[in-house]
């Protein structure tokens, strides 16, 4: 069995690939009963979807009293992997992982052979897993491995840490965002029992899973009298559901049997997805970025570099602000007829054309399926298709390239990959951002707190020294940026 693809993953690449053709033509079945049932265009056969994607941004909890805000150690990290991956995603987890500040365990399948010892002070304080054979005799569970990820949320509980919150459980081909989980996570009731997660960007996975899961390799939380209740009985839920086969699904029924929901935060990504992601993160929503799964799976995320220098260039925006990290804010530029669009500390994006802030928020859909030629539709978002060879549809692109902080802004500076190769947008008048070799974001040092409604940003220099400059600002009451 391939143990290097934990939680969702391998029970994803195990099923969804072996039983393409089946679930494909029950999705195709479904496909077809909506629209003939519904009779409607497919806009509305979405709608369902769209309620379960968005329902629990309008559910968060009042905050807890100010004066004892949750801050980091009151998150305890449950990070479950295996030895035969760990030489390679060792440099992922040290990428976010604050040693004595970042509290929690990494559980590996066996005991780390020699040359993995002494254990690395960078990384999380190591535990093997319990052997969990007995539950899986017992029970004819059909998924040892996934048994073992979910007993994992009992092991990190025994370890009886003080003053603890949430715990966070993740799979080690992750990247957290730890500022932005505390945030996050300060905002629901840690007395309460609460279930936090990601969907899959991919319909069929959640479509084949649950609708109601948190895609646990990108990550969920879990309240601690939440997690005090569910180690009540844990190994009982195990072996109530023998036939689950996948980790995540099972921590759902586990849940669900204490009569608690999910709530899902969008900054939480499962990245079931291939190939350049760019597209996808070059439009990230009004919510604070959280996780970012499968970074083995994709190519890396910025052009010339591999995917730990990746990992480690994007930390150098998160260590300046982790709070804009990229959230998307578009601008115009009048006298040329241009549209900007800046993911914070990733990418920024010029196009020759006024193009509505609802488009621009669209990910181009540079990235591909997690499994070749499903039915559309594919995401659960909409996206921009390709190819982009009409001037007044593709972007300049720009990739982050290096921070600074100043006393009261930070600057971030965007490069320009590659040239467009285009000739220029003609029906907004002729003006060709060609030259346009860098450009450069001036946004406050102060973080971002509100959610759900994007800065705004002006256009201050559109193209002397081939520089374009934009300074983020709050947005005024009633403004209409378009
Ligand atoms: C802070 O929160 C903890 C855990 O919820 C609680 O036990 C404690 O009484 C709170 N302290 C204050 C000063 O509110
Ligand atoms: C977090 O808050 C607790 C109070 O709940 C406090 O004792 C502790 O010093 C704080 N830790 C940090 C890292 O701010
Ligand atoms: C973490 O704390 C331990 C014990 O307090 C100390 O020995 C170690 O040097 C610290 N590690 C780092 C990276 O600060
Ligand atoms: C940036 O600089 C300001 C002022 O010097 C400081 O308050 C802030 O903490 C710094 N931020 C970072 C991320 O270094
Ligand atoms: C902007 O584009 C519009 C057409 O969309 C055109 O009428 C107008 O002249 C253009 N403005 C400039 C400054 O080129
Ligand atoms: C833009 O340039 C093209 C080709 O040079 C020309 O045909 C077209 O009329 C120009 N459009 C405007 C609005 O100037
Ligand atoms: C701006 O770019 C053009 C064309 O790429 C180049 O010829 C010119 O020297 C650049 N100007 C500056 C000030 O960098």
Not at 276 to 285: K, N, V
Request: charge should be negative; glycine fraction near 4%; charged fraction near 20%.
């Amino acid at each position: 069995m391939n143990t290097k693809l934990p939680f969702s993953t391998l029970h994803f690449t195990m099923n969804l690939f072996k039983t393409l053709a089946i679930t494909g033509l029950v999705l195709y079945l479904a496909y077809i009963i909506f629209f003939t049932e519904s009779n409607c265009p497919s806009s509305d056969f979405f709608s369902p979807l769209q309620h379960i994607f968005t329902q629990n941004s309008q559910t968060i909890l009042p905050p807890p009293p100010t004066s004892n805000t949750t801050n980091v150690s009151h998150l305890i990290f449950g990070l479950v992997g295996s030895l035969n991956a760990w030489w390679h995603r060792k440099a992922y987890i040290e990428s976010w992982w604050r040693p004595n500040v970042t509290r929690g365990y990494l559980f590996l399948d066996t005991a780390p052979t020699a040359e993995l010892l002494p254990w690395s002070a960078a990384s999380p304080p190591l535990r093997v897993s319990d052997d969990i054979s007995g539950i899986v005799r017992e029970s004819k569970h059909v998924a040892p491995v996934m048994v073992r990820m979910v007993h994992a949320i009992l092991e990190v509980f025994r370890e009886g840490d003080q003053g603890v919150r949430w715990i966070v459980m993740g799979d080690d081909d992750s990247i957290f965002f730890v500022d932005n989980w505390v945030d996050v996570l300060a905002k629901y009731d840690h007395t309460k029992y609460v279930y936090i997660g990601g969907h899959s960007e991919t319909i069929l996975s959640n479509f084949y899973y649950s609708f109601d899961q948190g895609f646990g390799g990108a990550g969920f939380a879990l309240s601690y009298p939440l997690a005090a209740a569910m180690v009540k009985d844990l190994e009982g839920c195990l072996k109530r559901y023998p036939y689950l086969n996948s980790a995540d699904l099972i921590t759902q029924y586990c849940v669900d049997e204490l009569g608690v929901s999910l709530s899902d935060e969008r900054g939480i990504h499962q990245i079931d997805l291939k190939g350049d992601i760019s597209g996808f993160l070059s439009s990230h929503p009004q919510s604070p970025l959280l996780s970012l799964h499968h970074f083995d799976v994709v190519d890396p995320i910025f052009p010339a570099m591999d995917r730990f220098q990746s990992v480690n260039h994007l930390m150098k925006a998160a260590k300046a602000d982790q709070s804009r990290l990229l959230q998307q804010t578009i601008c115009y530029h009048r006298p040329t007829n241009w549209s900007l669009s800046v993911s914070w500390g990733y990418s920024a994006h010029i196009y020759e054309k006024v193009l509505p802030r609802s488009f621009l928020k669209r990910p181009l859909e540079t990235f591909r399926t997690w499994i070749k030629k499903p039915h559309p539709p594919h995401y659960m978002f909409n996206t921009r298709w390709p190819p982009f060879s009409d001037p007044c549809d593709a972007p300049h692109v720009f990739f982050f390239q290096s921070v600074e902080n100043e006393t009261d802004h930070i600057v971030s500076t965007y490069v320009r990959s590659s040239p467009r190769g285009l000739p220029a947008c003609s029906a907004s008048g002729n003006h060709s951002a060609d030259f346009i070799s860098r450009v450069q974001v001036v946004s406050p040092t102060t973080k971002l707190v509100e959610a759900g409604r994007s800065e705004c940003c002006d256009i201050v220099h559109a193209g002397d020294n081939n520089v374009t400059e934009i300074k983020y600002r709050a947005c005024k009451d009633d403004e209409i940026i378009a």
